[in-house]
């Protein structure tokens, strides 16, 4: 397998961020409500891994590396398995898995209703991000995969719904989306592209 050497780590690390902060709830050491912590740690941890995710490609053009790219599907399925952890952590320790409270919920807190549907489309991705799914979808594959954008406009929202008194770490993750989002632009992109190849020709001895 190409890049093992670095894929395994990052698989490791992700894989253990939330035991550690399992242990830390173990330990008392998440305060009064470990609850409630441990939710908002795997929502945040969602949405770093979908920024990280977005990252990449950006990564790979700019320097080259192809060991970037190489742990996208990784980190896009790890997304989806920290979201559903924060949901399930939700339904857990916040609702007491009472789940005929939910319609009651969503009224007194509808940004659950804009975090389900930035669910709903991680799930899209999660299931599609197979190459069975590329060669059965083709191109539609890559317009479905464009999905993560509005996911992440839509988790930042919920964010910013539940975070509104403390919007400094919002405007933090809000100008690192902006900032990838507009790498998206085929302007912008195909200026990367240009950048890179004139540094790697000029990198060339004797050129
Ligand atoms: C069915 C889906 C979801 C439900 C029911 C849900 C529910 C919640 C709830 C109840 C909170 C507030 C917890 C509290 O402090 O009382 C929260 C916060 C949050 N959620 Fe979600 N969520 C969902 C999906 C998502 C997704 C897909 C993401 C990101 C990709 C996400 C990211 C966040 C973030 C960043 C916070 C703020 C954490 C903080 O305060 O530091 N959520 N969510």
């Keep these: 397998m190409r890049y093992w050497w670095w894929r395994l780590p990052v698989f490791l690390i992700v894989a253990s961020v939330p035991f ?11 305060g009064p409500d470990p609850g409630k ?13 979908l920024l990280i995710t977005l990252a990449l490609t950006p990564l790979q053009r700019f320097t080259g590396w192809s060991g ?29 898995l009472e789940i005929a ?5 969503i009224v007194e807190r509808p940004y659950i209703l804009v975090g389900s549907l930035a669910f709903v489309g991680l799930l899209a991705l999660a299931l599609t991000s197979n190459r069975w799914s590329m060669r059965r979808l083709g191109k539609r594959w890559k317009q479905l995969h464009r999905l993560v954008y509005p996911i992440v406009l839509l988790a930042l929202l919920h964010m910013l719904w539940v975070v509104r008194s403390d919007a400094g770490r919002w405007a933090l ?16 992109s195909g200026a990367l592209g240009r950048w890179r190849s004139r540094r790697t020709i000029s990198a060339k001895p004797g050129i």
């Excluded at 912590?37 to 891994?49: C, E, M, P, T």
């Design 20 to 30: 550690y902060w399992l242990y830390q709830a173990w330990a008392f050491a998440l």
């Design 68 to 96: 970037w790219v190489a742990v996208r599907r990784q980190l896009g399925l790890w997304t989806f398995a920290y979201a559903s952890l924060h949901l399930g952590g939700y339904l857990f320790f916040i609702l007491g």
């Design 173 to 188: 993750y809000a100008a690192i989306a902006a900032f990838l989002l507009a790498l998206r632009i085929p302007a912008l």
């Design 101 to 105: 409270r939910l319609p009651e919920e």
């Design 37 to 49: 912590v441990l939710v908002d740690r795997l929502g945040q941890g969602a949405l770093v891994l």
